[in-house]
């Protein structure tokens, strides 16, 4: 009986110690290490998951098996790389205490959308390449986060003119839409001409378009500071919107089963930005094309102090 006991205790530590070391391989393949900066570090697992919009996109079912890996590759290194600089960067920049504000983020974010013709078309555009508007904001932030450690790095070495900027900036408006637009605030209430009423009477004793739109989401589209040209607003709205000052609001329009309250915000005769609104922008984006060589060359110098390193 005894000798039973001690067998069975031996073959159950045998089916535990299996147990525990398949389950050992398979999580030190699911997160083998692929890159260390500092003391942060990217598992395989990690990467693909940055990785699988791209294997999405750019891997399709007719590549051969061969050209499947090699893409494959060449975008793990891409991403890999971006993480490797934007780590480093989030790691420097504590260490000097820099950080972007949420000011500065929203002046950039609003200089972007204002190119983009609206928030909404910002939307849009970011939606053709893959990128949500959250994960867009979040790369603006590394963005200016790599540009004020650059300027503390390279301040004195990278000079950027008047006349550089001014070229910049002729260059920026070359192919800038000169339609006349109008800049407009809309909400859309569906099938309840009620409620639609009634959030105009609000409006008119000065409630906010997105405090009436928060009050009831799922039966309100809101569609913030939005700029249109004259050939894209149907006629009905044309009318009503021509009729009002810039700040007003227009009668509601009944459009099929759906109720339109408009404000004009602004109209524009399809005049570029000025210089003085795009400078600042203009100015980073000068400063990051000639500090990139130095960026790159900073980065390499820490690679060979063994800073980082990479094992894919």
């Given amino acids: 009986m005894k000798n039973n006991f001690h067998k069975t205790l031996i073959i159950l530590f045998f089916i535990f110690w299996l147990s525990f070391h398949s389950l050992g391989f398979s999580t030190e393949t699911i997160n083998k290490i692929v890159a260390v900066v500092g003391d942060e570090f990217l598992t395989l697992y990690e990467l693909d998951e940055m990785c699988t919009p791209f294997f999405e996109k750019f891997i399709t079912q007719d590549l051969p098996p061969e050209a499947k890996e090699k893409v494959k590759k060449q975008i793990r290194e891409k991403i890999l790389k971006s993480w490797i600089e934007g780590t480093l960067l989030k790691i420097e920049a504590k260490k000097y205490g820099i950080t972007v504000s949420d000011e500065e983020l929203e002046r950039f974010l609003s200089a972007e959308i204002r190119i983009k013709g609206g928030e909404e078309k910002l939307k849009e555009y970011l939606k053709t390449q893959g990128i949500s508007y959250e994960e867009y904001k979040e790369n603006l932030k590394e963005e200016l986060l790599k540009i004020k450690l650059v300027q503390l790095q390279v301040r004195e070495k990278v000079v950027i003119t008047q006349d550089e900027l001014k070229k910049a900036y002729e260059e920026a408006i070359k192919n800038y839409d000169i339609a006349p637009k109008y800049?407009?605030?809309?909400l859309i209430i569906k099938e309840d001409e009620n409620l639609a009423n009634f959030i105009y009477e609000e409006i008119l004793k000065g409630k906010n378009f997105e405090e009436l739109y928060k009050s009831d989401p799922s039966k309100i589209k809101f569609i913030k500071e939005e700029s249109f040209k004259k050939q894209e607003i149907a006629s009905d709205i044309l009318q009503n919107i021509e009729k009002i000052s810039p700040g007003e609001v227009a009668p509601i329009i009944k459009r099929n089963?759906?109720?339109?309250?408009?404000?004009?915000?602004?109209?524009?005769?399809?005049?570029?930005?000025?210089?003085?609104?795009?400078?600042?922008?203009?100015?980073?984006?000068?400063?990051?094309?000639?500090?990139?060589a130095i960026l790159e060359k900073w980065i390499k110098e820490l690679e060979e102090k063994r800073y980082i390193k990479i094992y894919l």
């Fill in 257 to 292: 089963n759906e109720f339109y309250i408009i404000r004009l915000l602004k109209t524009e005769a399809g005049n570029p930005p000025s210089f003085e609104e795009m400078q600042e922008r203009l100015y980073q984006n000068l400063f990051q094309l000639k500090s990139e």
């Fill in 183 to 186: 800049w407009l605030s809309i």
